[in-house]
T-cell receptor
């Protein structure tokens, strides 16, 4: 199983950008990098994914290092509703996702 | 468009009993996967079904079994329950095949407590 390493927790002030790092030094050439988040008492929710190039969507941006051994999820303006556990996941062939323990993000008003 | 729904939302069983959890996939999705999430941990992959066939399994013993039905809904069965089986069980669906974007759509889970 491909492994990812994330900080256990991070804090951010409301309306400031947040950069959530993830290391995945054992990534293979065909692994996609996915990010999901899980709000309290809910199932995980898709945030963004990418392979090699940086990606943007309405929720966030994903910056992928040139060697693909690390990536950063960027929330451009954190809101209180962004407080959640963020999971960085490597997805190989098929739809099998291997979650780590994630980063618990606290947003301070 | 109806999302992923799971039932029951909460249940309590005793050690040694059997449990069946149910999942209705999102409309148009033919792939269902199940995850176990212990308190404070990330979800752990149990298995996946694609068009009624199991096509992937994580590191779980055979007493964890499943089914997928022609309408793509799914069941997770756990026999001989152990205390460590207490967890949130999550179902996720996806379009699968060439239509897959890799995005999973999760239900809110079934919280199982084993006493």
């Amino acid at each position: 199983d491909a492994k990812t390493t994330q900080p256990n927790s991070m804090e951010s002030n409301e309306e400031e950008p947040v950069h959530l790092p993830c290391n995945h030094s054992t990534i293979s050439g065909t692994d996609y990098i996915h990010w999901y988040r899980q709000l309290p008492s809910q199932g995980p929710e898709y945030v963004i994914h990418g392979l090699t190039s940086n990606v943007n969507n309405r929720m966030a941006s994903l910056a992928i290092a040139e060697d693909r051994k690390s990536s950063t999820l960027i929330l451009h303006r954190a809101t209180l509703r962004d407080a959640a556990v963020y999971y960085c996941i490597l997805k190989s062939t098929g739809n099998q996702f291997y979650f780590g323990t994630g980063t618990s993000l606290t947003v301070i008003p | 468009e109806t999302g992923v729904t799971q039932s029951p939302t909460h249940l309590i069983k005793t050690r040694g009993q059997q449990v069946t959890l149910r999942c209705s996939s999102q409309s148009g999705h033919n792939t269902v996967s199940w995850y176990q999430q212990a308190l404070g941990q990330g979800p752990q992959f149990i298995f996946q079904y694609y068009r009624e066939e199991e096509n992937g399994r994580g590191n779980f013993p055979p007493r964890f079994s499943g089914l997928q039905f022609p309408n793509y809904s799914s069941e997770l069965n756990v026999n001989a329950l152990e205390l460590d089986d207490s967890a949130l069980y999550l179902c996720a669906s996806s379009p699968g095949g060439s239509q897959s974007t890799g995005e999973l759509f999760f239900g809110e889970g079934s919280r199982l407590t084993v006493l």
